[in-house]
């Protein structure tokens, strides 16, 4: 250090610049009796933010149900953990990357990866699949493009490079994202139950070893402003830089520590994420009640001149912090070496309940754990109902007068519909040998275990129906999650969320938060899958006003045999079409709505949560017991696209007589061909099945599997579309990757 | 010790896209009379004997197969 | 009983599932890289993965880890060995294969279930097949598209094709794997030991694996 630190004492208005509130401050300076030093602030203005204290959510997060018979780990810890039999469990959790990949899509989205697969192994298991939620702008936008592109590679750059399986997930396209890219991933680990490891730090004296990458400037962001004074503008290479992901050293922390937990050599286990070091060791500290001293001084660094702050805040990835019982670091460091990964002790931990940061022989830091981690002050929000509409009213690219034919193309070549596998074939689905049911096969991916068993998971999230309801739209995004579970056969064990909003400041968006966390409390209780941990990414909305509000839901459901997991695709010639479910579809809101310009509805219907369980439960159980060919949730674009995309995942066409409801006239003919709702099913089977799945559910139905074309009966009129154009209209993304 | 750069390009013959990309995007941006864009590694290294950076460019810092190599004194 | 061994190096990914395939056929180890003994085993596996991250160029620095220097030996004696994807691309850079491997034409990384014609069977590992014979497996890599040059491609030992005008990356002569001349080593960029289950995928890649088995049983 050049000065002492507390020779030159940042002021509140470095505190605000930082982040905080000069009320905050005022309260950091309480804690401490004294004003903090340029470390302790740098410190607290990160675990005080909102990405680490949670400071305007946590409160509604404490509504969440998060008890289950099968939770095996909650939220609170790095990930959350579903028993799924003979001992093992399933860990997992999403997580945003937002803001990062705003800046710069490749790294942004490739260390989000790198992120939550650290929270994943962190717990002690091993990662075995990676999903993914992004939402941009309308692709006609070369911004959105870029995004796309830079995000996609990023995703598939890190997981196939780590050697985890990118298995599923989602893409939506919609103006409000155009300023404000999301890119949430969702990761899931395997272990063996009794061996997760949780990261409270605990023994006074053991050992705190950091091992993993050297620590540079990355991702410092706003604590720059600390900076010594001499950091002018013409130094550039001193300014923060963007985190720079390396998958291969990942790969071997990964390795590393799932080895290290093996061979029982650690006390407790955190990832360096967000506020790296700095939150890492304080919230060991605070979970185990004790205090950590940590020297910054033999933190091995990238750049040479970095100051005792900046190692403590700086975001370098793929590192990881234990504890380990003085006796054993030397094991713990031979095993470090073993896989060429750099392990160093760096501290201690103590009985003081304060985190001591030392350089050297001097001490540059002293705070109570509990101030860091515990106090920072909780918000109420201020929810208020907007009175004026939030949201443009989205431009039409559909003539009013479209027919069915032209509107069924015209939505299977949505951005928002349109097949997924020019992103996904990006991805490695294959590694690890466990996927049974691969992107676009069934609505869900499918994973096998070691038991016999699978599970199955999906993400979901349309944040435009969020926008038009932010309570019952975000039912049905549950709903849409364990709907898809239910085609594959799947029963939902847990649940990981991830909040996507606006300034929850402003009392609109604070209204949208309250009533979707209300809709993901409600829709997780009626459906017994209880959240097991999350994460929330607020502020997302710059001058043209807020992202829609966008919950991604991520959830983990099992199978008790894997050779029985649903398929979209319709599979045998003259099987019986039917849509099952408690399905009543609207057009405001929906896909088709969109395209034809209409503004989103104040509200959408309420839905009869109970009747959608049910039906998810008799359509898995028929998937369970192979009496279905196939299983589809009609989702986006409404029935008829969901019996196209059946269609196209057999590769077989199919024929509907819709006469009946033509003779309603063609205003119910358009709901129920293009309207969206929770609750309805496209499935087919054998005449016999079709006819037991009644006995337990609403049923209609449709036609029968064959052809080479789609073709409706609507009364007089009759639709076809020949496979072939059916696969044009729905291939539209494959120019975006050229 | 000696600072020595070492510019690996693929051979010529050898089909480079993303040259190719980039040879298209750049007209796109408006800069036009490009041609013959070929991407390639740079290698920066110390060394105490320059003589043995053409050895170490065959056995391993480039693949004479597919890349040519040129070591420039920085 | 055959012994296969599968060598790790950091950053393999498909070790395991080189592993857990070649146990369906036989005996299955891992190698680890730094060790230079093959421990006795009948055949190796080069698995994929991105070797010593694929930094410099794909395959080259793990060329010079210790077990390849054995595994140059082992080949040279006639051993049996086979290089998937990186595995592939490891071997080339270490000469036991002619040719090398350039980023896809469509610079991305693809992956996709494709059909494998079989070229010859006059490999230690395709004895089990028939010329003609179109395996379903699937690939996945960035840098896939096969290169030798135009003098050498009359003496090549061709031993996979990509079928049905499926070239996923622009390989000359649609080449999705290679012997050397003695039909001991192959390489290809197809992953074999992903197509060993019904349950994941098809179960076409269990006949290169069944192939070294015959191969190493004495009539």
């Known amino acids: 250090m050049s000065a002492s630190p507390l020779s030159a004492l940042p002021t509140v208005d470095d505190a605000v610049a930082l982040g905080l509130t000069r009320d905050e401050y005022a309260l950091v300076c309480d804690e401490l009796d004294r004003a903090p030093n340029q470390v302790e602030l740098a410190m607290f203005s990160l675990l005080w933010s909102e990405h680490c204290a949670y400071k305007h959510s946590k409160k509604l997060l404490r509504t969440l149900p998060t008890e289950g018979p099968r939770v095996v780990m909650g939220p609170g810890e790095n990930a959350g953990a579903v028993d799924v039999g003979d001992g093992l469990a399933i860990a997992f959790k999403v997580e945003s990357h937002n803001h990062p990949s705003a800046v710069e899509p490749f790294q942004g989205a490739a260390t989000g990866v790198g992120g939550i697969l650290r929270d994943i192994f962190a717990i002690g298991a091993r990662p075995i699949a990676v999903l993914d939620s992004l939402r941009f702008g309308e692709p006609s936008s070369a911004r959105s493009r870029f995004l796309l592109d830079g995000a996609v590679s990023g995703i598939g750059h890190y997981g196939n490079s780590i050697g985890v399986p990118t298995v599923g997930g989602e893409v939506y396209f919609e103006a409000p994202y155009e300023q404000n890219c999301l890119v949430n991933a969702m990761a899931l680990g395997l272990a063996e139950a009794r061996k997760m490891i949780r990261s409270a730090a605990a023994g006074v004296g053991n050992v705190l070893v950091l091992f993993g990458a050297s620590t540079g400037r990355d991702g410092i962001g706003g604590a720059s402003v600390l900076a010594s004074a001499e950091l002018g503008e013409a130094d550039e290479d001193k300014r923060p830089t963007v985190q720079v992901g390396d998958p291969f050293e990942e790969k071997k922390l990964l390795e590393c520590s799932l080895e290290l937990l093996e061979r029982g050599l650690l006390v407790s286990l955190q990832d360096l994420g967000a506020a790296g070091l700095t939150s890492s060791a304080s919230e060991m500290a605070s979970k185990g009640g004790v205090g950590v001293e940590i020297d910054v001084s033999l933190v091995p660094l990238r750049e040479p001149d970095l100051e005792p702050f900046e190692v403590m805040v700086s975001e370098s990835q793929e590192r990881m912090l234990c504890v380990v019982e003085p006796g054993r670091v030397d094991e713990v460091l031979a095993l470090c070496e073993k896989w060429d990964v750099h392990g160093t002790a760096i501290g201690s931990v103590t009985d003081t309940g304060r985190v001591v940061v030392r350089d050297g022989g001097t001490v540059v830091g002293d705070m109570p754990v509990a101030a860091l981690v515990d106090d920072c002050p909780l918000y109420d929000l201020e929810p208020a109902r907007p009175s004026a509409p939030l949201y443009a009213t989205p431009a039409g690219t559909l003539s009013a007068d479209a027919g069915p034919r032209e509107t069924l193309l015209a939505l299977l070549a949505s951005p928002n519909i349109a097949s997924r596998l020019p992103l996904f074939q990006q991805y490695d689905w294959i590694v690890q040998s466990r996927t049974v049911r691969r992107p676009e096969e069934a609505d869900a991916a499918v994973l096998r275990l070691p038991n016999g068993r699978a599970i199955a998971t999906s993400i979901d999230g349309n944040g435009r129906r969020v926008a038009c309801d932010p309570y019952w739209g975000t039912v049905g995004v549950v709903l849409e999650c364990a709907s898809n579970l239910a085609c594959a056969g799947a029963e939902p064990l847990g649940t990981t969320n991830n909040l996507n909003f606006g300034n929850p400041e402003k009392p609109h968006i604070a209204w949208q938060l309250t009533e979707a966390v209300r809709g993901i409390g409600d829709a997780c209780r009626a459906l017994d899958a209880p959240i097991v941990g999350g994460n929330v990414s607020l502020y997302n909305e710059g001058a043209e006003g807020p992202i829609y509000p966008t919950p991604v839901i991520g959830m983990v459901g099992e199978i008790p045999d894997p050779s029985r997991a649903g398929r979209l695709g319709f599979a045998s010639e003259d099987d019986v079409i039917a849509f099952a479910g408690p399905f009543r579809p609207r057009i405001p809101g929906s896909e088709v709505a969109k395209l034809r310009g209409e503004p989103l509805p104040d509200g959408l219907p309420e839905v009869d949560v109970a009747a959608v369980r049910a039906a998810q439960e008799a359509i898995r159980d028929a998937v369970r017991a192979g009496e279905l060919s196939n299983a589809h949730d009609i989702a986006e674009g409404g029935l008829l696209v969901a019996v196209a995309e059946c269609c196209l995942a057999g590769d077989t066409g199919a024929q509907l007589d819709l006469g009946r409801a033509a003779a309603a006239g063609p205003e119910l003919v358009d709901r129920l061909l293009f309207g969206e709702a929770s609750g309805g099913f496209v499935v087919s089977g054998s005449e016999e099945a079709i006819g037991r799945l009644r006995e337990r559910v609403d049923l209609h139905r449709l036609g029968r599997v064959g052809g080479d074309a789609l073709t409706v009966a609507l009364g007089g009129a009759t639709i076809e579309a020949s496979l072939a154009e059916l696969r044009e209209a729905h291939a539209a993304l494959a120019p975006l990757f050229p | ?74 | 009983m055959t012994t296969f061994g599968v060598i790790r190096f950091p950053g393999s990914c498909d070790e395991v599932d080189a592993l857990h395939a070649a146990r369906r056929v036989g005996d299955a180890k891992l190698l680890w890289h730094k060790d230079r003994d093959l421990h006795g085993v009948d055949a190796v596996i080069v698995p994929g993965g991105f070797s010593y991250g694929d930094y410099l160029r794909v395959g080259a620095i793990a060329r010079f880890s210790p077990v390849m220097e054995s595994v140059a030996e082992f080949a040279r004696a006639g051993g049996l060995v086979l290089g998937i994807c990186n595995g592939f691309q490891v071997l080339c850079e270490a000469g036991l294969l002619p040719g090398a491997l350039l980023p896809n034409l469509e610079r991305r990384f693809i992956c996709r279930q494709l059909g494998i014609e079989v070229v010859s069977n006059d490999t230690a590992w395709t004895s089990a097949c028939t010329p003609g014979d179109v395996l379903s497996i699937p690939v996945k890599h960035t840098s896939g598209r096969y290169y030798v040059p135009e003098d050498q491609l009359a003496d090549l030992n061709v031993v996979f094709r990509y079928a049905h005008d499926g070239n996923p990356n622009g390989s000359t002569n649609d080449i999705a794997g290679v012997a050397n001349a003695d039909g001991n080593v192959v390489g290809l960029m197809p992953h074999p030991e992903h197509a060993v289950d019904p349950l994941t995928g098809s179960t076409d890649g269990l006949r290169l694996f069944e192939s070294a088995v015959r191969e190493r049983v004495p009539a």
């Open chain 2, 1 to 74: 010790m000696a600072r020595v750069r070492v510019l690996v390009r693929p051979k010529e013959g050898i089909l480079d896209p993303q040259g190719q990309a980039v040879e298209q995007a750049l007209p796109a941006l408006g800069f036009s009379g490009v041609r013959n864009v070929h991407i390639g590694r740079l290698i920066e290294l110390d060394v105490e004997d320059e003589a043995q950076v053409p050895e170490m460019c065959e056995k391993l810092l480039a693949n004479t197969l597919i890349e040519d190599f040129e070591v420039v004194r920085a």
